[in-house]
């Protein structure tokens, strides 16, 4: 199922193309696509190249380390995440590590860096959608994940799968209503709350 974003200029077709459904086929995800995944999120950029995300990675081939991380979202997302073919955590280091003084923008870099994953998982014919969702105590306490480590977010990926598939009436109607973003007036300013000109030409 196709959604491509009705944008106002051109953009890339791997972010106009992206999306976040909740139903996945029951299609394994190739081994040199996930590669191709962390790749592109290994390159992101992140202040002074911290590279402050860590990834904890599941597939339903190993149903106990499945089992362990589908664990770690909240029952809401357990519910359709469940059918997606891999499933991972984000972590973020919080601290810098060559001097241990809290980084300010480790939530950031990470965004980044799933940013280029998800672009690449488009490119690939994947679809990711990402959960803020999590239980972040039992993450930490399944993982032993040590500070100045910090879970941050969740995502299932694979390949897009029939929204019939899905339980809840909410989740088909939303699968295929129509995508859409604020106006351009709505967060680009000259000045605080000033539509910016730049448009305008």
């Known amino acids: 199922m196709d959604k491509p974003a009705d944008t106002q200029f051109p953009i890339l077709d791997a972010l106009a193309n992206r999306w976040s ?34 990834f904890l990675v599941a597939t339903k081939q190993d149903p106990d380390a499945y089992a362990k991380l589908l664990g770690c ?20 280091r919080t601290a810098f590590t060559k001097n241990d003084k809290p980084n300010r923008v480790w939530a950031h870099d990470i965004g980044l860096a ?7 998982a488009t490119a690939l014919g994947l679809v990711v959608h990402q959960m803020a969702g999590i239980d972040i105590d039992h993450a ?4 032993d994940i040590p500070e100045p ?10 390949y897009a799968g029939d929204p019939a598939s899905l339980t809840e009436d909410w989740m088909k109607q939303a699968e295929q209503a129509p995508r859409s973003r604020n106006a351009f ?10 539509p ?5 030409g």
């Open 73 to 92: 979202l909240v029952e809401a997302n357990q519910a359709w995440a469940k059918a997606a073919p891999v499933l991972l955590l984000t972590v973020g």
């Open 185 to 194: 007036d709505d967060f680009v300013f000259s000045d605080w709350g000033k």
């Open 114 to 120: 799933m940013g280029n994953l998800c672009a690449q």
């Open 149 to 158: 480590f910090e879970p941050f977010t969740a995502a299932a990926l694979g």
């Open 196 to 200: 910016s000109p730049i448009f305008d």
């Open 21 to 54: 459904p909740r139903s996945f086929a029951d299609t394994p995800v190739e081994p040199d696509k996930l590669g191709s995944l962390f790749d592109a999120a290994r390159w992101a950029a992140s202040a002074f190249n911290e590279q402050p995300w860590r």
């Open 140 to 143: 930490k306490a399944a993982y």
